[in-house]
């Protein structure tokens, strides 16, 4: 299952959806993806068959405009290669979201890999592809999740990897481990591993970042709101 939260067309208010077909089926109940993750099992394959039995709308994949899969409401922990650090809530944004320079910022280099999302019992509900924007100071200025969270028999079985490029230029690589082969123990709805790193990219570079299974995306440095 793929679960992604989008912006209606329908009155711009933000939606859960899942992908289908190369579309965006618009889940017809109220619950958010987080709250449909938490509940894990049964009742999230139920939420997946209900979205596509009676969708409020249905949009082509690549014309839905998405929004963090999450919103966390508190810090992200982040593995940044050996380095565990707390990304604060309000810097996570979506895949449409773009990213902007920060004050006197020329260049963002961009720290790819996955982020895993856990049920209310703390088992493992899903993966989203994640990036974690860093300013030549290493200050962090953003964290890009999405495009969707990918439950895990969409890829089980296989290796995964994040492979992020500007144009033919292949940036970094990062592999894709087990959740529980990286959180050393660490519990949250939301944790990121993020293990290979880009070059600084300057305003106007366009950051292409490719999951395989889970998705894929594409970000101009500087763009956004």
Not at 181 to 205: F, H, K, Q, S, Y
């Amino acid at each position: 299952m793929r679960w992604v939260t989008y912006l209606s067309p329908s009155g711009g208010s933000e939606r859960t959806g899942t992908i289908d077909d190369g579309c965006v089926f618009g889940y017809p109940g109220e619950e958010s993806v987080p709250e449909l993750l938490a509940a894990g099992g049964a009742a999230l394959r139920g939420a997946f068959d209900r979205a596509l039995a009676d969708p409020v709308e249905i949009i082509v994949h690549f014309e839905a405009c998405h929004c963090p899969p999450v919103r966390p409401r508190h810090p992200v922990p982040v593995r940044l290669g050996d380095t565990w650090t707390d990304i604060a809530p309000e810097l996570v944004r979506g895949t449409d979201d773009g990213v902007l320079l920060p004050g006197a910022s020329g260049a963002l280099s961009a720290a790819v890999g996955t982020a895993a999302l856990f049920d209310a019992h703390g088992r493992y509900a899903g993966s989203t592809l994640a990036c974690l924007w860093l300013t030549p100071e290493r200050t962090p200025a953003a964290l890009t999740l999405g495009p969707a969270v990918v439950t895990p028999d969409e890829f089980a079985g296989t290796d995964l990897a994040v492979r992020a490029a500007a144009g033919e230029e292949v940036l970094a690589t990062a592999a894709v481990g087990a959740p529980e082969e990286w959180t050393g123990g660490r519990v949250g709805t939301v944790l990121a591993d993020l293990t290979a790193e880009t070059r600084p990219l300057e305003r106007g570079e366009e950051l292409f970042v490719d999951g395989g299974p889970l998705g894929m995306f594409e970000i101009r440095v500087g763009s956004g709101a």
